[in-house]
């Protein structure tokens, strides 16, 4: 519960005023029976009217004071758990932005939205309640159950047997619902994840034509959620009837041992009025304890969500290193790495190779190979924990991941846009907007030509994720942003995969004649791209299965001979 000492150190003030506030109402609930009894048992049966008119106006008075304190301690209430739920919102973001890629495979983003919305509200409501009534009660109960026993030891026997089961009601029903609510709040986020699986398959799945299918799942998710909702709330609906019962039977208890008392002359109507008043003031505060109590089961649930998500793996550290060098080579020396949550074989195994300023290196091979791989290693999404990668002769694991990311432009092989204007999108990695650049990045990237055929040309809007574009436009313009990046490594992830060959050398030639000399990684399924390189690196399964130039890799490298013959046609 680490968080809610945090954000209440925040608003310690308003906090502290807002229990004040509940204190003193609760004085004033408390000191109406009191008045009450003597306005009977003085005013109306001695027939004072001038006494029943003055303890009259003092009740009002404290009805209204505690009218007042109440109206303050809502407004507090309101403020407070918004803001609370604004900030811890705020923090899961930020949270989020510093996931390592550990982290963001662990917990799926149907369920970080959930987190970040309905376990939030969640955790806000309880805020809100807790300083509304949550000292209030048990200040209420508590003062009612001393004012009765003073009012009648004997009769606070009932009372005390009636708090007793009572007591034991709320443990049990406590235990019933948190596994409930925990499992209602895994529910919302299967929910979510298949809404959001469809949302992103959405061509695919009409294109298959598996809407039934789609029904099917949702419907299966919908259900269990229904149930389990359900199943939480009948908890609540067993266990409150049964504490007013037992309330309510003990009111019974105490009027008719009232009126055998009275008979006797033991007590007097006012008193027995009084108690049955603090009887019921102690009734509606134990409903309200239970309601925190569920409440606050409800909220554990949900705190341990997005605590999970704070506590999550954070990536590596990054210094205030912004610094951009002006040219880098690259090396992997015996790599070995296995996805974290993958299938436990290596992706990479001793892989080493080596490009040096300048120097255009393509590597090839099958899918699966682990190509990609390679590329996110460069950027230190993971940490290699055998062998190591180097960007100037420097180890990566000592250098800041905002410098490594900033001195490597990354085209990855499945390009993504973003909703705004093309212009937006390419300067999306510039350190600062540049026009000039902007405009030299595209048509290097060969989409100079198909951007000013669009109606607002560079202006004009892309939906989410480019879906008013080809996937070859698509890959220029993920292109032409690592371009205007203009880092000294240039990765490009297979996308000049939907090119037409004319494009793709096009782009190729454009890459080599750039002013400044890049670094250029590019991965590629295609010989004919490949073999322009000034060296090539065959991939396969991991391992390094060929490492040259074109011309020595045909006389020397079977893989890179085959996939030469396959592609070029050399035997057929
Ligand atoms: P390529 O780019 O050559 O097609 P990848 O580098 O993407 O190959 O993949 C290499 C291997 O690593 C594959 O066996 C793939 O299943 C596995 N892999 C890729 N990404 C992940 C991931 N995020 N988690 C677990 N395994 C992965
Ligand atoms: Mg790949």
């Given at each position: 519960?680490?968080?809610?000492?945090?954000?209440?150190?925040?608003?310690?003030?308003?906090?502290?005023?807002?229990?004040?506030?509940?204190?003193?109402?609760?004085?004033?609930?408390?000191?109406?029976?009191?008045?009450?009894?003597?306005?009977?048992?003085?005013?109306?049966?001695?027939?004072?009217?001038?006494?029943?008119?003055?303890?009259?106006?003092?009740?009002?008075?404290?009805?209204?004071?505690?009218?007042?304190?109440?109206?303050?301690?809502?407004?507090?209430?309101?403020?407070?758990?918004?803001?609370?739920?604004?900030?811890?919102?705020?923090?899961?973001?930020?949270?989020?932005?510093?996931?390592?890629?550990?982290?963001?495979?662990?917990?799926?983003?149907?369920?970080?939205?959930?987190?970040?919305?309905?376990?939030?509200?969640?955790?806000?409501?309880?805020?809100?309640?807790?300083?509304?009534?949550?000292?209030?009660?048990?200040?209420?109960?508590?003062?009612?159950?001393?004012?009765?026993?003073?009012?009648?030891?004997?009769?606070?026997?009932?009372?005390?047997?009636?708090?007793?089961?009572?007591?034991?009601?709320?443990?049990?029903?406590?235990?019933?619902?948190?596994?409930?609510?925990?499992?209602?709040?895994?529910?919302?986020?299967?929910?979510?994840?298949?809404?959001?699986?469809?949302?992103?398959?959405?061509?695919?799945?009409?294109?298959?034509?598996?809407?039934?299918?789609?029904?099917?799942?949702?419907?299966?998710?919908?259900?269990?959620?229904?149930?389990?909702?359900?199943?939480?709330?009948?908890?609540?609906?067993?266990?409150?009837?049964?504490?007013?019962?037992?309330?309510?039977?003990?009111?019974?208890?105490?009027?008719?041992?009232?009126?055998?008392?009275?008979?006797?002359?033991?007590?007097?109507?006012?008193?027995?009025?009084?108690?049955?008043?603090?009887?019921?003031?102690?009734?509606?505060?134990?409903?309200?304890?239970?309601?925190?109590?569920?409440?606050?089961?409800?909220?554990?649930?949900?705190?341990?969500?997005?605590?999970?998500?704070?506590?999550?793996?954070?990536?590596?550290?990054?210094?205030?290193?912004?610094?951009?060098?002006?040219?880098?080579?690259?090396?992997?020396?015996?790599?070995?790495?296995?996805?974290?949550?993958?299938?436990?074989?290596?992706?990479?195994?001793?892989?080493?190779?080596?490009?040096?300023?300048?120097?255009?290196?393509?590597?090839?091979?099958?899918?699966?190979?682990?190509?990609?791989?390679?590329?996110?290693?460069?950027?230190r999404f993971y940490d290699v924990p055998e062998g190591s990668i180097y960007i100037n002769d420097k180890d990566i694991r000592e250098l800041a991941t905002n410098y490594i990311r900033n001195n490597i432009a990354l085209a990855p092989q499945k390009s993504m846009l973003f909703t705004g204007t093309v212009f937006d999108n390419i300067v999306?990695?510039?350190?600062?907007?540049?026009?000039?650049?902007?405009?030299?990045?595209?048509?290097?990237?060969?989409?100079?030509?198909?951007?000013?055929?669009?109606?607002?040309?560079?202006?004009?809007?892309?939906?989410?994720?480019?879906?008013?574009?080809?996937?070859?436009?698509?890959?220029?313009?993920?292109?032409?942003?690592?371009?205007?990046?203009?880092?000294?490594?240039?990765?490009?992830?297979?996308?000049?995969?939907?090119?037409?060959?004319?494009?793709?050398?096009?782009?190729?030639?454009?890459?080599?004649?750039?002013?400044?000399?890049?670094?250029?990684?590019?991965?590629?399924?295609?010989?004919?791209?490949?073999?322009?390189?000034?060296?090539?690196?065959?991939?396969?399964?991991?391992?390094?299965?060929?490492?040259?130039?074109?011309?020595?890799?045909?006389?020397?490298?079977?893989?890179?001979?085959?996939?030469?013959?396959?592609?070029?046609?050399?035997?057929?």
């Amino acid at each position: 519960m680490n968080i809610y000492r945090k954000y209440f150190k925040k608003y310690r003030v308003m906090f502290l005023t807002a229990v004040s506030c509940v204190f003193f109402e609760a004085i004033c609930d408390l000191l109406q029976p009191a008045i009450m009894s003597r306005i009977i048992d003085n005013g109306i049966k001695n027939s004072r009217v001038d006494s029943v008119l003055k303890l009259g106006l003092l009740m009002l008075i404290i009805t209204l004071c505690g009218a007042g304190f109440a109206a303050t301690r809502n407004i507090l209430a309101s403020k407070v758990s918004q803001r609370f739920g604004a900030d811890l919102r705020y923090d899961v973001f930020s949270k989020i932005m510093k996931f390592s890629e550990e982290s963001v495979d662990k917990i799926e983003s149907g369920s970080l939205i959930t987190r970040m919305t309905n376990d939030t509200s969640q955790i806000m409501q309880f805020v809100n309640g807790m300083m509304r009534i949550f000292f209030k009660a048990p200040l209420t109960c508590m003062g009612s159950i001393i004012l009765a026993v003073i009012l009648s030891p004997f009769m606070s026997i009932v009372l005390f047997c009636a708090i007793a089961i009572i007591a034991i009601l709320i443990v049990i029903s406590m235990k019933m619902s948190y596994s409930r609510f925990a499992k209602v709040q895994t529910a919302i986020d299967r929910l979510n994840t298949t809404v959001q699986e469809y949302l992103l398959g959405i061509r695919l799945v009409k294109a298959f034509g598996r809407f039934s299918d789609e029904e099917e799942k949702f419907s299966a998710v919908n259900t269990d959620l229904f149930q389990k909702s359900v199943s939480s709330q009948l908890v609540v609906s067993y266990f409150s009837p049964l504490m007013s019962l037992t309330i309510s039977t003990g009111i019974a208890l105490i009027i008719y041992l009232g009126s055998i008392l009275f008979g006797k002359g033991y007590i007097e109507v006012g008193k027995v009025a009084a108690f049955i008043n603090y009887m019921m003031q102690i009734l509606t505060s134990l409903i309200m304890i239970t309601n925190i109590f569920n409440t606050f089961i409800r909220t554990k649930a949900s705190t341990q969500r997005v605590v999970e998500v704070l506590e999550s793996q954070e990536d590596f550290s990054g210094f205030d290193n912004e610094e951009v060098i002006s040219e880098s080579s690259l090396e992997f020396k015996n790599v070995t790495f296995a996805y974290p949550d993958g299938s436990g074989l290596p992706a990479l195994k001793n892989l080493s190779f080596r490009v040096n300023e300048g120097e255009t290196l393509a590597i090839i091979g099958p899918t699966g190979s682990g190509k990609s791989t390679v590329a996110w290693l460069c950027l230190r999404f993971y940490d290699v924990p055998e062998g190591s990668i180097y960007i100037n002769d420097k180890d990566i694991r000592e250098l800041a991941t905002n410098y490594i990311r900033n001195n490597i432009a990354l085209a990855p092989q499945k390009s993504m846009l973003f909703t705004g204007t093309v212009f937006d999108n390419i300067v999306w990695g510039m350190q600062e907007e540049n026009s000039e650049k902007m405009l030299n990045a595209a048509k290097q990237a060969q989409a100079d030509e198909f951007v000013q055929k669009m109606s607002n040309g560079y202006d004009s809007l892309l939906g989410q994720n480019g879906v008013n574009l080809s996937g070859g436009q698509k890959q220029r313009l993920s292109i032409a942003r690592a371009l205007a990046k203009d880092s000294p490594i240039m990765i490009l992830d297979d996308c000049t995969s939907a090119l037409d060959a004319v494009t793709e050398a096009k782009v190729r030639r454009a890459l080599r004649d750039t002013e400044a000399k890049k670094t250029i990684i590019m991965i590629t399924q295609r010989i004919g791209t490949a073999m322009t390189a000034d060296k090539i690196l065959v991939m396969d399964n991991g391992i390094n299965a060929g490492f040259g130039s074109h011309k020595e890799l045909l006389s020397t490298c079977k893989t890179y001979r085959e996939i030469y013959d396959s592609q070029i046609g050399g035997d057929l």
